[in-house]
């Protein structure tokens, strides 16, 4: 029989999970834009590469660490509340790193004192991505495989899945004004202001934990349980997904470190047809994949598997085409693209969580972010790096630096979508174990 879940409960995964993907934005898209417009010229995109490995390698550590940690002491509700607050306070930090303070504390010209600034925000991320992934990533994650089952985990998966973009249309519509006016610090201090706020109101609203009996392993143990090749033996289905999920993210990671570089600068949208343009992709995107979340509950997480695959690479491939002042079709390949970028990922999430060992939750997401965060991150940016230096055909002069930076070319689509139609292979492996389980099962 399913677990009910209760209304307390959905308000702790939508404040929770909503926030928290809020605060992903400036981990994942802001901080790229951030140390773009400081003007260090074409090496934005090395310390856009730099930002994010480092970043992935801070949060898979923290993760094994932190949700073995969580496994072993079952204070999910600790680590998400306090991390949220210290989070919060990390965030709001970046509000304080600004080019001209730098100017006028160091008496260093414009590109040194931008160059610094890069590798101050650099620093600060990496201290904001281990609270982020103590509360989040290990615990709060955690938290809901321990409180969903087979019945309801697609359901929950599905609106989880739209809070990353839902947040990005938050942040888009509500708060880019900010940055493209240049109040930096302002932006920072409100997103990092409500994180904060976020952590306390858990303190409250997250119900008390029972009681519950884990297995009485040793930390190390538990921590290496994933990479365990019994393990592995055992849970075929949850190691054959993990590899659809890397390629999944390695793809993702091509462009969206430089998706709103590339939307505000290489496509020139800004302003209103920025937040319309992005604010229809992204609600219709986030629409189609609750739809398709609830198909999913009924026919299965296996038989999604393709058709979300498809839906993204090829939106992808066609976003590609899009020329400078299409503005309609623009919003048309950017919302096929969108709605299949959310629908894998909810589908290969929801897949993780039904196929993750119970009692061992947190243990596993560690294995699940070098997967999902780790290499992907390492990869990714790094191929889109070479894309924007060696195929863009467009720059962009700094005001205060006066340096050129190459634009991102429509070709990080291209090969994101290439890259993610690997994804099919490791999914069609899926389908056919998943028919001969079967058929054995028929036969006996």
């Known amino acids: 029989m399913s677990k009910k879940i209760s209304a307390r409960q959905w308000l702790v995964y939508i ?39 480092a970043s ?27 991390g949220y607050i210290l989070w ?46 103590t509360s989040n990533d290990a615990a709060f994650n ?4 321990e409180t969903t089952d087979s019945g309801t985990v697609s359901k929950v998966q599905g609106v989880l899945a739209t809070f990353p973009i839902l947040a990005m249309l938050i942040v888009f519509g509500v708060l880019n004004p900010l940055t493209e006016n240049g109040n930096w610090d ?16 858990g303190l409250f609203l997250i119900p008390k934990e029972e009681k519950r009996e884990v297995e009485t392993i040793g930390f190390a143990k538990r921590m290496i349980s994933g990479f365990l090749p019994k393990n592995i033996k055992k849970n075929p289905t949850l190691y054959i997904g993990l590899v659809a999920f890397l390629i999944y993210c390695i793809a993702s990671n091509i462009f969206m470190p430089y998706l709103m570089i590339y939307v505000q600068y290489t496509m020139e949208i800004s302003g209103f047809e920025f937040i319309l343009a992005l604010g229809i992709a992204l609600i219709v995107g986030a629409v189609v994949t609750i739809v398709l979340g609830f ?4 026919i299965g997480i296996i038989k999604m598997l393709v058709p979300t695959a498809l839906l993204f690479s090829v939106g992808c491939i066609l976003l590609s ?13 950017a919302t096929i693209m969108m709605s299949g970028y959310m629908s894998q990922s909810s589908t290969l999430s929801a897949l993780i969580r039904e196929y993750t060992p119970s009692g ?21 940016p790094v191929i889109g790096e070479a894309i924007v230096r060696g195929m863009s055909n467009a720059t962009y002069t700094d005001a205060l630096t006066k340096e050129l930076s190459p634009l991102p070319p429509n070709y990080i689509f291209v090969f994101a979508g290439i890259v993610g139609l690997l994804s099919l292979i490791p999914s069609v492996i899926m389908i056919v174990k998943n028919k001969k389980s079967q058929n054995r099962e028929k036969g006996e």
Do not use: H
């Open 15 to 53: 404040i929770i999970g909503l926030i928290g993907q809020v605060a992903w934005v400036i981990e994942n898209m802001y901080l790229n834009t951030y140390i773009f417009s400081f003007g260090v010229g074409e090496s934005y995109s090395t310390y856009i590469s730099i930002t994010n490995a």
């Open 88 to 133: 919060g306070i990390s965030t709001l930090s970046f509000g304080f790193i600004k080019v001209t303070t730098i100017q006028g504390l160091f008496g260093l010209e414009a590109l040194s004192a931008a160059k610094t600034a890069a590798v101050l925000v650099i620093v600060l991320d990496c201290i904001m991505t281990f609270f982020g992934s």
């Open 321 to 333: 085409l899009v020329q400078k002042g299409q503005l309609v079709l623009f919003i048309l390949f």
């Open 142 to 145: 955690a938290y809901v495989t």
């Open 56 to 82: 992935a390698i801070v949060a898979v550590l923290t993760t094994m660490l932190l949700g073995t940690l969580s496994d072993k002491i079952g204070k999910r509700k600790f680590f998400i509340s306090v």
């Open 186 to 201: 302002l932006f920072f201090y409100i997103i990092g202001g409500v994180t904060l706020a976020s952590g306390l109101i």
């Open 360 to 380: 061992e939750e947190g243990s596993y997401q560690g294995l699940r972010m070098i997967f999902q965060v780790a290499i992907p991150m390492c990869t990714g």
């Open 295 to 298: 198909i999913q509950n009924r």
